[in-house]
């Protein structure tokens, strides 16, 4: 976590050192989660956005995605998962594109977590975690295709995407009982492996952070501050690209 804070520092020092214009962006989610099994669950994530505050020349844009997911606990401490994320954008210029994302990856959880017994449902069969303080690394591997209205080329990238995700309870035991306060952080990184210069690289870097509250085991609800930076084409160097608050709403079954 140390190296996490100290990493996070100099992105953010090296980004305030380079002239941006940064834009201002409005998200939503809402997340439809199946526990199917102790170990096996389907979710389904509708992700509206919207780029509402601009500068001189700059877009406006709105886009909705929509990703299914596919999860499995193969140990207490580590899930697989498959999901592909459609998403559709429409700009003020008449641009509109369509975009398809499949990525298959990991999550590591540090800290452990209880699986429940087998042959429950609902509530009996979430994964709950071991402490007050809830640490992850998500890792995935991503396909993109993006098609335009327009006579664009169309766009194909392969890229690594790597996550830290913290979460800690404030007035409960754990971030899983219902009435949880909590707070929730994380940091991702992007880095394309398929482009003839710069493979490999930290192109876009993504923190998060916020509050939570989870009323039971059905509804959670969650408010965070988005910061993004990318690397410019010209300098090479990362800079603030833009700013959301994201609103959440996440019902279980």
């Known amino acids: 976590m140390k190296a996490f804070v100290i990493s996070f520092a100099c992105v953010m020092g090296w980004c305030a050192s380079a002239a941006a214009q940064?834009?201002?962006?409005?998200?939503?989610?809402?997340?439809?989660?199946?526990?199917?099994?102790?170990?096996?669950?389907?979710?389904?994530?509708?992700?509206?956005?919207?780029?509402?505050?601009?500068?001189?020349?700059?877009?406006?844009?709105?886009?909705?995605?929509?990703?299914?997911?596919?999860?499995?606990?193969?140990?207490?401490?580590?899930?697989?998962?498959g999901e592909v994320d459609v998403a559709y954008q429409a700009q003020s210029d008449e641009t509109n594109s369509?975009?398809?994302?499949?990525?298959?990856?990991?999550?590591?959880?540090?800290?452990?977590?209880?699986?429940?017994?087998?042959?429950?449902?609902?509530?009996?069969?979430?994964?709950?975690?071991?402490?007050?303080?809830?640490?992850?690394?998500?890792?995935?591997?991503?396909?993109?295709?993006?098609?335009?209205?327009?006579?664009?080329?169309?766009?194909?990238?392969?890229?690594?995407?790597?996550?830290?995700?913290?979460?800690?309870?404030l007035n409960r035991a754990k971030t899983t009982d219902d009435g949880a306060i909590y707070v929730m952080s994380d940091g991702e990184l992007f880095m394309p492996i398929d482009q003839p210069a710069g493979g490999g690289t930290v192109s876009e870097v993504r923190m998060r952070g916020g509050v939570g509250y989870r009323e039971s085991f059905g509804w959670r609800y969650e408010a965070l501050y988005i910061w993004n930076g990318e690397r410019t084409p010209h300098t090479g160097a990362m800079a603030v690209s833009s700013h959301a608050i994201d609103v959440r709403i996440r019902r279980e079954f």
Do not use: C
């Not at 596919?70 to 998962?81: G, H, P, Q």
């Not at 429940?116 to 690394?137: F, I, M």
């Open 22 to 81: 940064a834009t201002g962006q409005a998200w939503g989610n809402v997340t439809l989660d199946w526990l199917t099994t102790n170990r096996l669950s389907y979710e389904v994530d509708i992700e509206p956005k919207a780029q509402v505050f601009v500068h001189t020349g700059q877009t406006r844009w709105g886009d909705v995605d929509v990703t299914p997911h596919a999860e499995y606990a193969l140990t207490s401490w580590i899930d697989v998962l």
């Open 98 to 169: 369509m975009t398809m994302m499949p990525r298959l990856g990991a999550q590591l959880h540090i800290l452990h977590r209880l699986l429940q017994g087998a042959g429950g449902h609902g509530a009996t069969n979430e994964k709950l975690p071991r402490r007050r303080a809830v640490v992850s690394t998500l890792l995935r591997l991503e396909h993109e295709d993006t098609f335009y209205s327009t006579d664009a080329a169309a766009k194909s990238l392969w890229q690594l995407r790597d996550r830290l995700e913290f979460a800690y309870s």
